[in-house]
Nanobody, 126 residues
Framework: QADLMEFGGVSAQAGGSLRLSCSSS????????MGWYREVPGKEREAVAI???????TYKDSVKGRFTISQDRAKNTLSLEMNDLNPDDAAMYYC????????????????????WGKGTLVTISD
């Protein structure tokens, strides 16, 4: 069930930047936990950035200082600013959100998001 829609991204050179955005029909506005995940063939989907309703953020270690997750409640969008990209960042990126998780569990280890987008592919060239 895809209640979220990602846009942006596509491709960048190593060292460059991309911005991903995610829109929804009210899901993001009502969410208590939101995030961006990525997946490459043959590997498990992993969280890269999580944002809870209070504004607390958690990041995968390898993207700390390079990626920034943010929410625009007025526009009902969730964004991921990605800087200093490297080939290891190439993946299918997914926006996700949950309306009910206990805030203490809303962190980079959370795997139970209820709502997902269909993903947007990000490629990085050397």
């Amino acid at each position: 069930q895809a209640d979220l829609m990602e846009f942006g991204g596509v491709s960048a050179q190593a060292g460059g930047s991309l911005r991903l955005s995610c829109s929804s029909s009210g899901v993001i506005e009502s969410s208590v936990c939101m995030g961006w995940y990525r997946e490459v063939p043959g590997k498990e989907r992993e969280a890269v950035a999580i944002l809870d309703k209070s504004g607390r953020t958690t990041y995968k270690d390898s993207v700390k200082g390079r990626f920034t997750i943010s929410q625009d409640r007025a526009k009902n969008t969730l964004s991921l600013e990605m800087n200093d990209l490297n080939p290891d960042d190439a993946a299918m990126y997914y926006c996700a959100a949950d309306l009910e998780v206990i805030p203490a569990f809303c962190d980079i280890e959370f795997r139970g998001m209820e709502y997902w987008g269909k993903g947007t592919l990000v490629t990085i060239s050397d």
